[in-house]
């Protein structure tokens, strides 16, 4: 069941608010296990920094993408095991944009596909410019804090996932 909270405009950005109170028993009275959020971004905007500044907006404590489409016009991506960025200017489709965010960060890849359906994926970085229109679909969990640490498994801070507070 889906009940719609709020929609309001915030800036270039319009959210749409949904909480979803069917999907999971509800442990302490009616606060909603799962949010959703939808919003649009406008040409021009960074893809990376707008996620970043909703998620530091709401103070997101576990979060993933849901679902995104749009176009960009930039492209700054680190691919698989590479030191630095892999950059292209162009028109690109958004084929996938999947990820973790928090409050301790965000973890975030994308793949997007150039005008001959060529298509280049990896770390989401900043500078990823919006051409028409980016349409995410972001959910939170309420149960849940992901947070990132070094764990020894690996050298870099990995996702850490607790029972909220």
């Not at 971004?41 to 709401?58: C, H, N, V």
């Not at 969990?141 to 607790?162: H, M, V, Y």
Request: hydrophobic share 40%; aromatic share 6%.
């Amino acid at each position: 069941m889906l009940s719609l909270v709020k929609v309001f405009l915030c800036g270039c950005t319009a959210l749409l608010c949904l909480t979803s109170i069917g999907c999971f028993p509800k442990p302490n009275g009616p606060r909603a296990a799962v949010i959703h959020y939808a919003i649009r971004l406008r040409p021009g905007q960074d893809l990376r920094r707008e996620i970043e500044r909703f998620s530091k907006a709401r103070e997101i404590k576990a979060g993933w993408i849901v679902g995104c489409v749009g176009s960009l016009t930039r492209l700054n991506l680190r691919l698989a095991n590479q030191p630095g960025p892999t950059e292209r200017d162009g028109h690109f489709e958004i084929v996938s944009l999947v990820g973790t965010l928090s409050t301790s960060g965000v973890h975030l890849h994308l793949s997007a596909s150039d005008e001959r359906g060529l298509t280049l994926g990896g770390h989401l970085l900043e500078g990823n410019s919006v051409y028409t229109t980016a349409e995410i679909i972001i959910a939170e969990s309420k149960r849940l804090r992901f947070s990132r640490a070094r764990d020894g498994t690996t050298p870099w801070p990995e996702l850490q996932i607790a029972p909220a507070k």
